[in-house]
């Protein structure tokens, strides 16, 4: 019996068109022959080229190439494929929220860095210190388009400090970074950092884990940002603006702490309840079972009551190694995560609910059982 050789015709049908893919863009960064492209006007799909076997099918992949599959994070046994390469095992059912050597609050200590990014800026001093230390030659992650009034998310590639600033802060709507790859590697970028929702964060560790070649291999540094959902465009008008009368062009931060938290232009603050934000929520997102970014070298997010820190979970050695180094650079600064165990208690409920999500009819191993011991933390 031949050795099946899984390509785009089963990604299509497993994945694409099954309510499973998160627009990740893993697949489209990883074909070597430029047939797969992706809709980033509110789709935010990869799709097949026609002229190469249709939509459904692809000939390159017929004839043996199965690089789509090997990149894609939701593609059959992802996460334990990612557990045993990241860890040397899979997840128990206690560790909802994945496995991790440590966890704590940090924020930048440079002024500028924590005033410019996200609850105290920590995701920013990691990406210019790994730029400033020669660990990575380009970041991988998200800008707002144009002038930034649009609150349109695009990807982008980051190779000094000035460019991570200006890319700083949180959108909660949904940017490929992995778009960016190709751009990075033609203006000559070896070394990579990506930063992005867990969907992303999970890209390089399953290419690793699949072996699928160069493109894992660039990736020296991976942070995950901790993730419940992220929203449709039409957010911007159809809620803030027309329930609101908040228009986007106005907006100068957002952030979710239970609720939508709006700064405007003119210094005046808004709040919007969270929960009619639901109906604009993503489809990528509705059945994603990883809220933890669970497969990243690090992964934070800003879910607990202070809002000028950022809860951190150092997930491998190599993590650790970078956050022990920003450490004794004094580019951080850390305190114990039990300051704030309701960002703990979050962390573990928000991740959950999302295993909750995934279907039934997928991969059994990233659903809960029925009984949880609580998470070591």
């Known amino acids: 019996m031949p050795i099946e050789k899984p390509h785009w015709a089963q990604l299509f049908t497993e994945v694409v068109t099954s309510g499973l893919c998160t627009g990740c863009a893993g697949c489209v960064i990883a074909c070597p022959y430029d047939v797969l492209g ?67 609050l940090a924020r930048a200590t440079d002024e500028e860095i924590n005033n410019a990014g996200q609850d105290g800026g920590f995701v920013s001093a990691a990406l210019i210190w790994a730029l400033e230390k020669d660990v990575v030659d380009a970041v991988l992650l998200s800008y707002l388009e144009g002038d930034g009034r649009s609150w349109h998310a695009v990807p982008g590639v980051a ?15 949904y940017s490929a970074n992995t778009l960016s790859y190709q751009g990075a590697v033609d203006a000559g970028a070896e070394r990579l950092a990506l930063v992005g929702m867990g969907c992303q964060s999970s890209v390089p560790t399953v290419m690793a884990s699949r072996k699928a070649g160069k493109v894992a291999r660039r990736f020296q540094l991976n942070i995950g940002l901790l993730c419940s959902k992220t929203f449709d465009d039409a957010i911007f008008d159809e809620l803030f603006h027309e329930r609101y009368g908040i228009k986007r062009e106005d907006i100068a931060k957002i952030n979710i702490k239970g609720l939508f938290q709006i700064w405007l232009r003119d210094g005046s603050y808004r709040e919007v309840p969270l929960a009619e934000g639901y109906e604009w929520t993503r489809e990528g997102c509705k059945a994603c079972p990883d809220f933890a970014a669970e497969h990243a070298d690090i992964s934070a997010g800003g879910i607990g009551a202070y809002s000028e820190w950022t809860l951190v979970i150092v997930r491998t050695e190599r993590g650790k190694e970078i956050m022990d180094s920003m450490i004794a650079d004094h580019a951080i600064q850390t305190r114990p995560a039990d300051d704030d165990p309701g960002a703990v208690s979050l962390l573990r409920r928000l991740s959950r609910a999302s295993r909750r999500r995934w279907p039934t009819d997928a991969d059994p191993h990233p659903r809960l059982v029925n009984v949880l011991r609580p998470v070591v933390g």
């Open 159 to 173: 190779r000094t400090r000035d460019e991570v600033l200006s890319g700083a802060g949180s959108r909660y709507t």
């Open 38 to 104: 992706y809709d980033d006007a509110g789709g935010y799909r990869p799709f097949h080229f026609e002229e190469h076997g249709g939509a459904s099918d692809c000939t390159y992949g017929a004839r043996g190439c199965t690089l789509c599959t090997r990149a894609c994070p939701r593609f059959r046994t992802w996460e334990a494929e990612c557990d045993r390469y990241l860890f040397g095992r899979e997840r128990e059912e206690s560790e909802v929220a994945g496995e991790f050597i440590e966890m704590f």
